[in-house]
């Protein structure tokens, strides 16, 4: 583990083979339990931490995800580098599903989670730059279509948005999701290095003319999770030097 590179993702990063404590029960930690065992998976010759967002069982939905519970069971064997591997929908029609994008910032005024409940601590969010150049990087060297910015707007779930509420979500950024802003907020208050790539998985509601399903959106995704492994893979190579 001496990369310390830890990785938060949903049910694709099942795909990964080895998988070393599946069995173990999910550890404690002072913000509850995570949502998933943390798991050892070999990603280009190195054994890396995950955490399987929604579960092993894919049971928890977006809005009862304990991101902070996860993120401290990350920090707890060691990572300091975290890279979440989010699910979006599109807000741009030229961002065309299946692709993969690196956000360079978020925008979530509805869910602002913190761990600093009874002291007065205001950080400045935003990702880290340094890490989200080795992605960039590493999907260069991956050769897989990608958008190297875009800001991630975030909404509560765990249903879909109305075409009316992405008719004012697409100004505020490039895709919508529910769950890399409130990981990315707790990570950096926990000091951990924090990073994205975003599976670009569908059109958000209303920006093309196709009808949304969470059917069609976790089909694209599978399509979807070949581009964001070999970025991942490429990423370690980069890490390890
Ligand atoms: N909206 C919100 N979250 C999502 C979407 C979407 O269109 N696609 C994948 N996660």
Same mark, same amino acid.
């Given at each position: $583990?001496?990369?310390?590179?830890?990785?938060?993702?949903?049910?694709?990063?099942?795909?990964?083979?080895?998988?070393?404590?599946?069995?173990? =029960? #999910?550890?404690?930690? #002072?913000?509850?339990?995570p949502s998933s065992p943390v798991l050892y998976v070999d990603v280009a010759g190195e054994s890396v931490p995950i955490i399987v967002r929604h579960g092993l069982?894919?049971?928890? #939905? #977006?809005?009862?995800?304990?991101?902070?519970?996860?993120l401290w069971a990350l920090k707890a064997v060691g990572v300091t580098k975290v890279i979440g591997i989010s699910s979006v929908g599109s807000l741009r029609r030229e961002i065309r599903p299946p692709t993969v994008l690196i956000p360079d910032d978020y925008f979530s005024p509805f869910v602002v989670p913190t761990i600093h409940d009874r002291e007065i601590v205001h950080i400045t969010p935003q990702l880290d730059e340094e890490l989200r150049k080795v992605i960039l990087n590493a999907a260069e060297k991956a050769e897989v279509e990608y958008h190297p910015r875009g800001v991630y707007v975030q909404t509560v779930g765990p249903r879909l948005e109305?075409?009316? =509420?992405? $008719?004012?979500?697409?100004?505020?950024?490039?895709?919508?999701? $529910?769950?890399?802003?409130? =990981?990315?907020? *707790?990570?950096?208050e926990m000091g951990l290095h924090y990073a994205s790539i975003c599976s670009v998985d569908n059109y958000a509601n209303g920006i093309a003319e196709e009808n949304l399903s969470f059917e069609r959106i976790l089909e694209v995704a599978a399509e979807n999770w070949n581009m964001v492994r070999r970025v *991942?893979?490429?990423?370690?190579?980069? *890490?390890?030097?």
């Open positions: $583990m001496s990369l310390q590179l830890g990785v938060i993702g949903g049910t694709n990063l099942y795909h990964w083979s080895r998988k070393e404590g599946k069995n173990a =029960e #999910p550890p404690r930690t #002072p913000y509850g339990t069982d894919h049971s928890i #939905p #977006p809005h009862r995800v304990n991101h902070a519970a996860n109305t075409k009316a =509420e992405i $008719m004012v979500i697409k100004n505020w950024g490039e895709v919508v999701g $529910m769950s890399m802003a409130s =990981e990315a907020t *707790l990570a950096q *991942l893979e490429e990423l370690v190579e980069l *890490l390890k030097g």
